[in-house]
């Protein structure tokens, strides 16, 4: 299940950059970050990968989508300057972040590598 970010919930779930400034993940999963826009092309490509992922991996990792229009804050805060950008929130390291609409097979593999530490099954 996707679930929008405000920019309290994103405070509360993923990140209190109020407060901290060193990087510092509040989430119990590894998450997913869809930055997008209702008038971006590729976003809606990507959207229903996403919902499909969602379920996949349900209980595994979130996935959470942040409207950059009506959350310029957090777009800014994430220097997002292309959209569709989606940031990969591995439990205990660093987040990275992807800029484009990436096909399904990719997003699966940075979920298994990034997210979860699964070696490459190729």
């Not at 109020?18 to 509040?26: L, M």
């Not at 930055?35 to 229903?48: E, H, L, R, S």
């Not at 992922?53 to 409207?67: F, H, M, P, R």
Request: with cysteine.
């Amino acid at each position: 299940m996707l679930e929008h970010l405000t920019k309290q919930t994103f405070l509360n779930k993923v990140f209190d950059y109020e407060k901290n400034k060193e990087w510092n993940f509040n989430g119990e999963l590894p998450a997913i970050i869809d930055f997008y826009a209702d008038w971006c092309g590729p976003c809606k490509m990507v959207a229903p990968i996403l919902e499909d992922l969602a379920s996949e991996y349900e209980g595994k990792i979130n996935i959470y989508k942040v409207d950059t229009e009506a959350e310029q804050e957090l777009a800014s805060v994430f220097g997002i300057r292309s959209i569709p950008s989606i940031l990969f929130i591995p439990k205990s390291d660093k987040p990275q972040m992807a800029q484009g609409a990436l096909p399904k097979d990719a997003l699966k593999d940075a979920i298994e590598r990034v997210l979860l530490g699964v070696e490459s099954v190729n």
